[in-house]
């Protein structure tokens, strides 16, 4: 809400100044004695008394003005925000921690003692961490290769890495001779901002409106859901007329989300219509990247990530695209060439790219 706004309201309701206040004064010492001092305030004694109330109806008054704004869903904020969503049923997304499958190999004859909490992590220069989920325990005649899951020591996006870059550990004498991130399994989410949770409410508001188009209405109740970023109708069986939509996260949605992104469906979907909600899966892309610039890898690979977090969904691959991303956004590159493979590659259905990566410097 600008400032204009609450300074019109403040004066609909006689709050703009202290008019109110003499307005007060004046009415009490009408027919007494001290009606002339309240209108001239050359009273030394009025003026103490009067003085007694001021300052109180100043930090009323502010207090007033600071308050307009709480009391609509478009400028809200904070814990008075959260009270307009949950007059939709919706509460604030408290962010989630990334979650990694990891293929580790051992060396062969030995066995390897990994415990909860071991600290996996990307090799730069504020290391990312990532902690082992479960414990595991694996005998020198095992098979080398094995998979555990780790998680983000933290939430956020900042640990949504792509395929190979966690690997390195903290914890010596595993006896592991490779370490690579392959999948992501649960994607990392920042605590929702007010703007976020209040596009949600206003979709599950627009939802509950049956004056717009039925696609319309159920594609804004799925993304009521804080983690679905994008929807969209995949397909209808002709003999049941069963819709099939696809939703999509920043990355591969657990089942909870997707049962509250069709609990949502469901919430408005009309009794005519059947419904089924499936998450898009992940699509292995390999990536290589040549350099003509002696450069750190993990900026570049950083900044490639960040480029895939920002994909919309369903968005077919182009090189130049990315090539176009990495200029803006390492100056170093400015005037190199870059060399991407592949130049194009066309996104499956339902799905989404999740990025292999090679980065190379040209001889």
């Not at 933290?154 to 966690?166: E, H, L, M, P, S």
Request: charged fraction near 20%.
């Amino acid at each position: 809400m600008d400032q204009t706004t609450i300074d019109q309201m403040m004066v609909e309701i006689s709050l703009a100044d202290e008019t109110a206040l003499d307005q007060a004064f004046n009415d009490a010492a009408a027919g007494t004695r001290y009606a002339e001092a309240a209108k001239t305030k050359n009273s030394v004694l009025f003026n103490v008394f009067y003085a007694l109330f001021r300052e109180p109806f100043r930090i009323f008054r502010e207090a007033v003005k600071n308050m307009l704004p709480q009391l609509f869903i478009g400028s809200a904020s904070g814990t008075w925000l959260e009270q307009f969503a949950a007059d939709y049923d919706l509460t604030r997304d408290q962010g989630v921690k990334a979650r990694h499958l990891m293929n580790l190999t051992k060396t062969p004859g030995q066995s390897v003692q990994i415990a909860q909490g071991d600290i996996f992590y990307v090799n730069e220069a504020a290391p990312r961490g990532f902690l082992a989920v479960a414990a595991t325990s694996i005998a020198p005649d095992d098979p080398n290769q094995f998979a555990i899951t780790v998680e983000a020591e933290a939430i956020g996006t900042k640990y949504n890495v792509i395929a190979g870059q966690i690997s390195e550990t903290l914890v010596g004498g595993l006896n592991l001779s490779k370490i690579t991130n392959v999948e992501i399994l649960t994607t990392g989410r920042e605590i929702e901002t007010d703007e976020e949770l209040r596009e949600r409410i206003f979709a599950k508001k627009w939802s509950q409106n049956l004056q717009y188009g039925v696609d319309a209405k159920y594609l804004a109740a799925l993304q009521s859901v804080a983690a679905v970023d994008h929807a969209r109708l995949d397909s209808v069986v002709p003999d049941t007329g069963t819709l099939h939509y696809v939703v999509y996260g920043r990355g591969t949605l657990d089942p909870s989300e997707i049962a509250l992104a069709q609990g949502a469906l469901n919430q408005v979907l009309m009794t005519t219509d059947q419904a089924i909600v499936s998450g898009a899966e992940s699509c292995l892309l390999t990536l290589g990247v040549v350099l003509h610039k002696t450069l750190d890898h993990p900026t570049v690979t950083n900044e490639i990530a960040a480029y895939f977090m920002q994909l919309e969904r369903g968005t077919d691959f182009y090189s130049s695209l990315l090539s176009n991303w990495l200029y803006d956004r390492i100056p170093a590159l400015s005037g190199t060439p870059i060399e991407i493979n592949p130049d194009f590659a066309a996104l499956p259905d339902s799905s989404f790219f999740y990025p292999s990566l090679t980065i190379s410097e040209a001889p």
